[in-house]
């Protein structure tokens, strides 16, 4: 089931929404005035291997 959000949350919230299609593979029906107007998916297959920038605890420390 897609997400769905306001054109203006999309406009304030731009990269999070990028990074909830990218990398877990969600759908975003964004709506202005109550009304569908785009969809935004992937191009490609959701990869767990890809990381996030805010999941750097998860990267092995350099020594």
Avoid: C, H, T, Y
């Amino acid at each position: 089931m897609a997400k769905i959000v306001s054109a203006m949350e999309v406009r304030q919230n731009f990269g999070a929404l990028l990074n909830q299609v990218s990398l877990l593979g969600e759908e975003i029906v964004i709506e202005r005035s109550g009304k569908s107007i785009a969809r935004l998916v992937s191009i490609s297959e959701p990869s767990s291997s890809k990381l996030d920038f805010r999941d750097i605890a998860k990267l092995p420390s350099i020594k």
